[in-house]
């Protein structure tokens, strides 16, 4: 083969059947050994599906007796630890561009990658906070700090750069304006901390974390045309095995899907 990858919006077209083929890696001279997962799966997924992803892991438990480790962080943390070191089966990234990077790099199992989940943006601040319900409360001369992740490393970090940049007040972009009150965290989570502790906060977090904290209030849901959808891609890591792959189809069965929902995820190609 001549090595090149396909990115991931090509390989969505990849049917979810496809994660239960033969577990081959994409591009390389042979099919590496699987690792039999007998001790268990260790799942990488984006901080932001803490809340959700234990319960349906348990149900997998519950059903097969083979144990779900989970390792929650940021998806540019995760990835470059996938690239870094072996261990992880699964990989639950909250873009797709710190998927592409572990495609490209020839970690994922061929035919394993396929959107799975939608997500939104929201501008959050503490429910005692006077703020008003628009992007204004950016701007309001109470709010010293704009909790958000980091841009570098966090997806939702980088959808808020971008609907920053693209939000216009007084003749300049919001991001210029605001870069030097931008506080950046290392996940959502941490993110969303701090928006908790301090009235004079705003934060953009995603719609589901702020769904768990009730000591947080919505000031403005981001409209999904001013910024790239927010999608979650799913892919079983290199070298694999039958259970990592059992367990994806397990994340996209009905069950599964109605508890993603009801924690305000959207599913994509649902059964």
Known sequence: ?????????????????????????????????????????????????????????????????????????GSGVLAQQILATPGADVYLSANTRWMDEVTNAGRVVEGSLSPWLQNRLVLVARIDAALPHSPQALFHPSVH?????????????????????????????????????????HDVRAALDHVRSDTGVVGLVYATDAATASDVKVLYEIP?????????????????????ANYLAHLRTTESFATLSAHGFIPLDAP
């Not at 033969?22 to 268990?40: F, H, I, Q």
């Open 1 to 73: 083969m001549n090595g090149t990858r396909p990115q991931t919006i090509r390989l969505w077209a990849r049917t979810a059947i496809a994660w239960i083929s033969p577990l081959v890696l994409s591009g390389c001279g042979g099919t590496p050994t699987a690792r039999n997962c007998a001790d268990g799966i260790d799942v990488y997924a984006a901080a932001s599906l803490r809340n959700v992803l234990v319960p349906v892991g348990e149900r997998y438990t519950a059903t097969t007796g083979i144990s779900v480790r989970h390792n929650f962080a």
């Open 224 to 244: 999904p045309r001013s910024l790239q959808s927010i999608v979650y891609p799913a892919a079983q890591i290199a070298p694999g095995c039958a259970p990592a």
């Open 145 to 185: 700090h704009i909790a958000m992740g980091d841009p570098n490393s966090v997806p939702a970090g980088q959808y808020a750069k971008q609907w920053l940049t693209s939000l216009q007040h007084q003749g300049a972009d919001g991001w210029t304006q605001l870069q030097q009150r931008a506080s950046h965290a």
